[in-house]
């Protein structure tokens, strides 16, 4: 069974940096994207920022400059790098990957982890 496992989260004052990690493991399979998306209570979920196998990536319009998404390959970790965090930044983030192609879209990613909290103090 594939699974996501996200850690790093925490409570952090606005203008500092968290990073957070997600370990996949499981069945061999092949992802064609993987994504950071986050939560808040009440909202719909909302793309942080996604990467396909080629290595490009789509980053929100309200982390672009401050995030930044990378993947390990051997370690088989992503990792969401975040800076100058804000208040508006507080939510659950989630990890996922998508088996059937790019998209940005929820609907298009397979396989999630359980969420891990940040909480940005003002």
């Known amino acids: 069974q594939v699974r996501l496992v996200e850690t790093g989260g925490g409570v952090v004052q606005a203008g500092g940096s968290l990073r957070l990690s997600c370990a996949i493991s499981g069945p061999i399979f092949r992802p064609q994207a993987w994504g950071w998306y986050r939560q808040v209570p009440g909202k719909q979920r909302d793309l942080v920022a996604s990467m396909n196998t080629g290595g490009s990536i789509k980053y929100a319009d309200s982390v672009k400059g401050r995030f930044a998404m990378s993947r390990d390959v051997a370690q088989n970790t992503l990792d969401l790098q975040m800076n100058n965090l804000k208040p508006e930044d507080t939510a659950v983030y989630y990890c996922?990957?998508?088996?059937?192609?790019?998209?940005?879209?929820?609907?298009?990613?397979?396989?999630w982890g359980q969420g891990t909290q940040v909480t940005v103090s003002s």
């Open positions: 996922a990957a998508a088996v059937g192609g790019w998209g940005l879209r929820v609907a298009s990613y397979d396989y």
